[in-house]
């Protein structure tokens, strides 16, 4: 069974910023892409970043400029650089990876919030 494990949650104030880490119990390369996901409290799910295997990224509009994906073949991860950070992304973010046939993998989730 494949797990991927959030980490790097928490509160930090507006303008802050976070690294949230998503390690896989599998080789980086089992996953065609790489997604982060988040969930605020009433709304639904969304994607903010995505990354494929040879790197190219993609950015929900709200997070272009601020937030940065990135993976780490050596250790199995990818990671959520947030910038900036704002009050309405606080959330529940969420780590997805898509291997083939369409097989998805969640984690379990890491609480980001923003607050001063």
């Known amino acids: 069974q494949v797990q991927l494990v959030e980490s790097g949650g928490g509160l930090v104030q507006p303008g802050g910023s976070l690294r949230l880490s998503c390690a896989a119990s599998l080789r980086l390369f089992s996953f065609n892409t790489m997604h982060w996901y988040r969930q605020a409290p009433g709304k639904q799910r969304e994607l903010v970043a995505a990354?494929?295997?040879?790197?190219?990224?993609t950015y929900s509009d709200a997070v272009k400029g601020r937030f940065i994906i990135s993976i780490d073949n050596a250790n199995n991860a990818w990671y959520l650089q947030m910038n900036s950070l704002k009050i309405e992304e606080t959330a529940v973010y969420y780590c997805k990876g898509v291997r083939s046939w369409g097989n998805e993998d969640w984690g379990q989730g890491t609480q980001v919030t923003v607050s001063s």
């Open positions: 990354i494929n295997r040879d790197a190219t990224t």
